[in-house]
């Protein structure tokens, strides 16, 4: 951010005001292991009259390896920033962003497996308008 003006009365005048390059965004870990199958239920002691013991239940199956995370978001780059009051410039007054960061790359289990998502580069704007939180 070049300036953050929050709630304030701020009249620019003869000023370049920049920002620098947004923050590169995150990279995406890889899928979690899996979970190990569960125990087998246990057989019924056969104490009806009707039906002989049965069996122990197997084991349940192993879960499958957890997806990859995204790439995160390149960071953004806004020359202005403000809440409440808009900022008043004059003519000889410019608003200079750089340009928004590059999104993070995903991540993949292996390196046989495909990549998730990459993040998306952030955003840049001269001027950016924060809104207020409703509850």
Known sequence: LGLLSVNSSVRLQEC???????G????????????????????DDGSSVTAPP??????????GRGGS????????SYALVFSGMKPLFGADTQLVPGR??????????????PRATSGADGDAAA??????ELD
């Open 54 to 63: 049965g069996g122990d239940g197997g084991l349940g199956g192993n879960g």
């Open 127 to 132: 001027v950016f308008e924060l809104e207020p």
């Open 16 to 22: 370049v005001v920049e920002s620098a390059v947004g």
């Open 24 to 43: 590169a965004g995150g990279r995406g870990g890889p899928g979690g292991l899996p979970g190990a199958g569960g125990l087998g239920g246990l057989g």
């Open 100 to 113: 928004g960061g590059v999104g993070g790359l995903g991540g993949r289990v292996d390196a046989n497996a």
């Open 69 to 76: 995370g995204s790439g995160g978001t390149g960071g953004p």
